[in-house]
């Protein structure tokens, strides 16, 4: 993320942030590869306004965290119009096909090598009990199963309407 004309600050830490956000776009890419909600109106135009940014962040002297501002930016956005069902799988197709744009650039993305975490069933189950137990208001037994699913290693994020995610931690 820093300019090529700055010192390198190699730390794990770095490198962990590195990784995370590396999951963090590998499950943004199965989402999407997954999308079946309403086509979007504007995707075209959105799409278009992404790509701009993009091109005008690399054209001002390679603005490398520019450039990832804008990457971020687009997958906040994507998991936002996911979690409310405005992407249909045409749109996604669309939206992969810029993050390979910006990946033929970087090289970082992968986004064809993303591959889906297998999530035990007995996972998936104490998810869908707190889910209930949020939408009866016991809020004991909700934070009880969040937590033994996060002792198990997995975290559950949750979205609007009672949806959630699972993903390995």
Same mark, same amino acid.
């Given at each position: 993320?820093?300019?090529?004309?700055?010192?390198? *600050?190699?730390?794990? %830490? !770095?490198?962990?942030?590195? &990784?995370?956000?590396? #999951?963090?776009?590998?499950? /943004? +890419?199965?989402?999407?590869?997954?999308?079946?909600?309403?086509?979007?109106?504007?995707?075209?135009?959105?799409?278009?306004?992404?790509?701009?940014?993009?091109?005008?962040?690399?054209?001002?002297?390679?603005?490398?965290?520019?450039?990832?501002?804008?990457?971020?930016?687009?997958?906040?956005?994507? *998991?936002?119009?996911? %979690? !409310?069902?405005?992407?249909? &799988?045409?749109?996604? #197709?669309?939206?992969?096909? /810029? +993050?390979?744009?910006?990946?033929?650039?970087?090289?970082?993305?992968?986004?064809?090598?993303?591959?889906?975490?297998?999530?035990?069933?007995?996972?998936?189950?104490?998810?869908?009990?707190?889910?209930?137990?949020?939408?009866?208001?016991?809020?004991?037994?909700?934070?009880?199963?969040?937590?033994?699913?996060?002792?198990?290693?997995?975290?559950?994020?949750? &979205?609007?309407?009672? #949806?959630?995610?699972?993903?390995?931690?």
């Amino acid at each position: 993320g820093a300019h090529y004309r700055k010192k390198l *600050n190699f730390t794990f %830490d !770095a490198i962990k942030q590195a &990784a995370s956000s590396l #999951a963090y776009f590998d499950e /943004l +890419f199965i989402r999407l590869k997954e999308a079946n909600g309403t086509a979007c109106d504007d995707i075209d135009s959105v799409i278009a306004q992404y790509d701009a940014e993009f091109n005008t962040a690399i054209c001002d002297d390679l603005n490398v965290s520019g450039c990832n501002a804008v990457i971020f930016k687009l997958g906040a956005d994507c *998991n936002k119009r996911m %979690d !409310a069902g405005q992407i249909s &799988a045409a749109d996604a #197709a669309k939206i992969l096909d /810029l +993050f390979r744009k910006f990946d033929n650039i970087f090289g970082y993305l992968n986004v064809d090598d993303a591959k889906k975490v297998d999530i035990p069933q007995e996972i998936i189950d104490m998810a869908q009990r707190r889910a209930d137990a949020k939408k009866n208001k016991d809020w004991a037994a909700a934070d009880a199963l969040r937590n033994e699913i996060q002792s198990a290693g997995y975290l559950i994020e949750d &979205a609007p309407g009672g #949806a959630f995610r699972i993903k390995k931690v």
